[in-house]
């Protein structure tokens, strides 16, 4: 049991840190598009606008699916995720 929690906390910090690292990187919007993009993506030909993810997911941008740029979690879906973690920790703990 106690092993199951100090795996549980170490996904938490590496998922974090990785949302984190993510969220402050570098990627390009397009004027007219919907899509934030890695540098050198095919999508980037007519416009180039720098940003971070953070930004870009704040604005309602979503990944290219064909550059396929890091994706940081939005606020909401990283409590979601939290609240899943937590819930199958609790569930665990009752089985013992």
């Known amino acids: 049991m106690q092993r199951f929690i100090q795996r ?17 990187q570098t990627v390009y ?9 890695e540098d050198g993506c095919r999508y980037l030909s007519k416009s180039k606008i720098q940003t971070t993810v953070k930004e870009a ?5 979503e990944p290219c ?5 890091p994706v940081a979690l939005k606020t909401q879906e ?15 703990e009752a089985k013992d």
């Open 8 to 24: 549980t906390l170490l996904m938490l910090v590496m998922l974090i840190g990785f949302t984190y690292a993510a969220s402050a």
């Open 29 to 37: 919007v397009t004027k007219t598009g919907a899509k934030y993009h």
């Open 57 to 61: 997911r704040a604005k309602g941008f």
């Open 65 to 69: 699916k064909i550059c396929k740029p």
């Open 78 to 92: 990283s409590l979601d995720l939290f609240a899943i973690v937590g819930e199958r920790s609790h569930h665990h």
